[in-house]
């Protein structure tokens, strides 16, 4: 049962990934028996898993598929053209003259469609 969803991960010598699969696959196994065995509603292993890991790390793995998010309709796209990215050059003008920003801000292709500005992925987040 624990194959189903494994937690092997690549760069690991064999007998860890051995030793992790086994004990992590057979306590999370045996924790879904035990709360099958003491709740009425019975849930499948990947309900319990997903559930498990969100009490555990506080963050929801499977967002809901109804849930609008703020920034739909903003998305970056693939420009033909290398410009410079308007949230790294702002940042960097607080500090700097602009023959120096020039030489130092990112290149990039990608784009806001709505705002109709090049913003690098990071300054994309930040900023939406």
């Excluded at 007998?15 to 004990?23: D, I, N, Q």
């Excluded at 929801?60 to 903003?74: E, F, G, L, Y």
């Excluded at 607080?94 to 709505?114: A, H, L, P, Q």
Aim: proline share 2%; glycine share 4%.
């Amino acid at each position: 049962m624990s194959a189903y969803y494994s937690t092997l991960k690549r760069g690991l010598k064999w007998f860890r990934k051995v030793g992790m699969e086994y004990l992590f696959g057979m306590a999370l196994v045996n924790a879904w028996i035990i709360y099958n065995m003491k709740n009425e509603k019975k849930v499948s292993k990947k309900e319990f898993t997903e559930a498990l890991i969100q009490s555990i790390t506080g963050k929801n793995i499977c967002p809901d598929r109804n849930q609008v998010t703020p920034t739909a309709d903003h998305i970056l796209e693939m420009s033909g053209k290398r410009r410079n990215c308007v949230g790294c050059y702002e940042k960097l003008r607080e500090t700097m003259k602009s023959s120096e920003v020039k030489r130092k801000v990112k290149k990039i292709k990608t784009y806001c469609r709505m705002c109709k500005q090049n913003l690098c992925a990071k300054c994309f987040k930040d900023s939406h």
